[in-house]
């Protein structure tokens, strides 16, 4: 049977983080293929705009070029609506039955994963992988997979990844400012968002550092 890891999100940009991820499930449980897919409209991130899906597929495709076994699939992209975790492995279980999935997910998401869309599904239908990292809450990691392995019978293990302190709505506000963020993305992804003028935010970069400085102000008083 063959094993596939699954890097579901928005990507809005792809970062170095994402691909270390990638690269720990690919080494240390032997996986054959690594699968990023990004999500055509996550249910989860409808507070701000995401940038366009062939623009993020694009990203994605420069981030993983160089990289034997990554792939970008655009699975959940080609469909309509919303994208749930739990529909789009139910699908690719049907069109791929002799396939194992492995769903690599963030220490956040461990904890939050009762939440999603029919969470009972997404754990019987592939192994999750977890980044194993500091989350604050009032139990630890561990106890929470044995938390869900007994109620749900789910599969989950952990990924030993060094981890990288940045996220995508890190970059994009740097981007916005005309900051550097050259250490957070691959050097094609940095020059694809600086081309195509991704995530520039309106109005001068003295109004937009004016607007920060006024945000910082507010939640120090």
Request: proline share 5%; no cysteine.
């Amino acid at each position: 049977m063959k094993r596939i890891g699954i890097m579901g999100g928005t990507f809005d940009p792809v970062h170095n983080g994402h691909l270390l991820l990638g690269q720990q499930a690919y080494r240390e449980y032997g996986l054959e293929e690594i699968w990023y897919m990004p999500s055509h409209i996550p249910p989860h991130k409808r507070d701000h705009h995401v940038a366009d899906g062939a623009d993020r597929l694009a990203m994605l495709r420069l981030a993983l070029e160089e990289t034997p076994g990554f792939l970008v699939s655009d699975f959940e992209m080609r469909r309509e609506g919303t994208t749930y975790t739990a529909q789009t492995l139910g699908l690719l279980k049907e069109q791929y039955p002799d396939t194992e999935f492995y769903f690599i997910i963030g220490a956040d998401s461990l904890f939050q994963l009762e939440t999603w869309y029919h969470p009972e599904q997404v754990m019987a239908m592939a192994v999750l992988l977890v980044a194993a990292r500091e989350y604050h809450t009032d139990h630890t990691m561990d106890e929470e997979i044995r938390r869900l392995t007994e109620k749900y019978g789910a599969k989950i293990a952990l990924l030993h990844s060094r981890m990288m302190d940045i996220s995508s709505e890190e970059i994009r506000r740097l981007a916005s400012l005309g900051l550097p963020f050259s250490q957070y993305v691959p050097p094609k992804v940095e020059a694809y968002i600086k081309a195509h003028g991704l995530y520039r935010a309106n109005g001068s970069i003295k109004d937009i550092e004016e607007s920060e400085t006024k945000k910082t102000q507010k939640e120090r008083s």
